[in-house]
């Protein structure tokens, strides 16, 4: 079983940039794919970023696409989310995921709040 933790999150003002980590125990994610999630106040939960096993591979929600960037360290046991140019708008808890059976998002953190200023 994988257990994830979230940290990072914080105030910063619009156009700041913070870097969540989400760290792993309990197994190594270094076979997984992992993800990047965000829930608003009020809004279902969405999609932000991915990235794969190796790291070579990536994805981006449009909405943050050239901003934000993920990355892995499977030596570390950890995948990051370094995130730039923040706006109002990105204020969300953030919650890290693992795909461990290869067809869905099967491990969650308990998230970790970001919260942009105008």
């Known amino acids: 079983q994988v257990q994830l933790v979230e940290s990072g999150g ?3 003002q ?3 940039s913070l870097r969540l980590s989400c760290a792993a125990s309990g197994r190594t994610i270094s076979s997984y794919a992992m993800g990047w999630f965000r829930q ?3 809004k279902e939960r969405e999609f932000v970023a ?3 096993w190796s790291g070579a591979i990536t994805g981006y ?3 943050v696409k050239g901003r934000f960037t993920i990355s892995r360290d499977n030596a570390k046991n950890t995948v990051y989310l370094q995130m730039n140019s923040l706006k109002p708008e990105d204020t969300a808890v953030y919650y890290c995921a693992a795909d461990t059976n290869g067809s869905s998002w099967s491990n969650w953190g308990q998230g970790t709040q970001v919260t942009v200023s105008s």
């Open 14 to 16: 619009a156009g700041g």
């Open 10 to 12: 914080g105030l910063v």
């Open 50 to 52: 991915t990235i794969n």
């Open 61 to 63: 929600a449009h909405s």
């Open 40 to 42: 608003a106040p009020g």
